[in-house]
């Protein structure tokens, strides 16, 4: 199986008071936050198709399971609840909804990205490239190429394919740490990091994971200073009396045994067969413009040198000049700076 991704950006390194609310209005603030519905199937979903996905405020779960009537059990094509009534089989609720899959690898793999196109779920060769992306909370997605159904887009937030009859899960072997980041400038954040002044955030993002186990549809509430801050695990939302944020829930990488450095790079490699990735950076009125060199420009870097270098390490960072300037290209946080002037633009991979 040969497949190439394309990252959507939004990552962050700043942390500590940051959370916390400033004059501003959110990019998030229409969102509607109102929470009605808790406990009950979406019935959009039941009947084959909820166009909110992961933004949902019912739940995305055989109503049948619910009741502990699911006439299919195991073969059921809906989701059924962890440790409800309904029959338990492989969960496959968006990483937001749901705390672990119900069933657990025994083979000695770490995780395992599996398809089902209506006959069983069937492992992903080299998935361990699609967990790697999966691991960056700016990924929203990726597409994989050659696979008996053709080129497969994989969307990370609502955990399913994008136009075609598949479903997508992921299994673990229970083990894994999960990471939760808020949005914050067009950045994501880790919760607990240190600040620029050294502070430590508030919270811990394991204080988080172990609310979320407990209770996936619920919430977890801090203080910083005076303000009360509220998680809604349903929603991905932080919110609080002047903002609202968008939080996202991504594990720890874990190398599989067998797929060192080496092999993944060599891995993203094959898999991108058949596909050209382009770096490009955001101008003037949010217009996007390749990386070119030669022909008349003045850019030391190529769009395909940009490549190569991230394929050596999706979050490692390369300098470049342009007329001179000397120029730093963040792949963790997908951002261009300018290293005389400090500004910065916007970077993506497509």
């Not at 793999?109 to 490239?129: C, F, V």
């Not at 673990?172 to 808020?182: F, K, L, R, S």
Request: aromatic share 10%.
């Amino acid at each position: 199986m040969a497949a190439a991704q394309q990252s959507d950006s939004e990552c962050s390194s700043t942390s500590g008071s940051d959370l916390s609310d400033s004059s501003h209005s959110d990019e998030d603030s229409d969102v509607d936050v109102s929470c009605q519905s808790q406990g009950k199937p979406c019935k959009y979903y039941n009947k084959g198709h909820c166009e909110d996905g992961s933004r949902c405020l019912y739940l995305h779960v055989c109503e049948y399971a619910l009741k502990g009537n699911c006439r299919y059990g195991s073969s059921c094509k809906l989701n059924h609840p962890t440790g409800g009534k309904g029959s338990s089989h492989g969960s496959n609720l968006p990483s937001n909804q749901s705390a672990k899959a119900d069933i657990k690898l025994t083979n000695g793999q770490l995780y395992q990205w599996q398809l089902n196109d209506g006959k069983g779920w069937k492992d992903i060769d080299q998935d361990h490239i699609i967990e790697a992306q999966y691991c960056l909370p700016h990924t929203k997605s990726i597409k994989i190429y050659n696979t008996p159904y053709g080129a497969v887009s994989i969307d990370f937030n609502r955990m399913r394919v994008y136009g075609k009859s598949l479903r997508v899960r992921r299994l673990d072997d229970g083990n894994t740490v999960w990471i939760w980041y808020c949005s914050l400038s067009r950045k994501w954040r880790k919760y607990g990091d240190k600040d620029s002044k050294g502070n430590t955030g508030p919270v811990k993002s394991s204080d988080i994971e172990k609310k979320f186990q407990s209770n996936p549809s619920g919430s977890f509430n801090f203080n910083i200073g005076s303000d009360t801050f509220e998680i809604r695990f349903r929603e991905m939302r932080q919110l609080s009396k002047k903002r609202k944020r968008r939080v996202t829930r991504r594990p720890v990488y874990r190398q599989q045994a067998g797929t060192g450095v080496s092999q993944v790079g060599s891995a993203l490699q094959n898999m991108s067969l058949g596909t050209t990735h382009k770096w490009q950076y955001e101008g003037h009125g949010g217009k996007w413009h390749e990386f070119k060199q030669g022909s008349g420009t003045t850019c030391s870097v190529s769009s395909d040198d940009i490549e190569r270098k991230y394929q050596q390490n999706h979050l490692g960072s390369m300098n470049f000049k342009v007329k001179g300037q000397l120029y730093k290209l963040d792949f963790g946080a997908m951002i261009q700076t300018n290293l005389s002037t400090n500004k910065k633009r916007n970077i993506r991979r497509v």
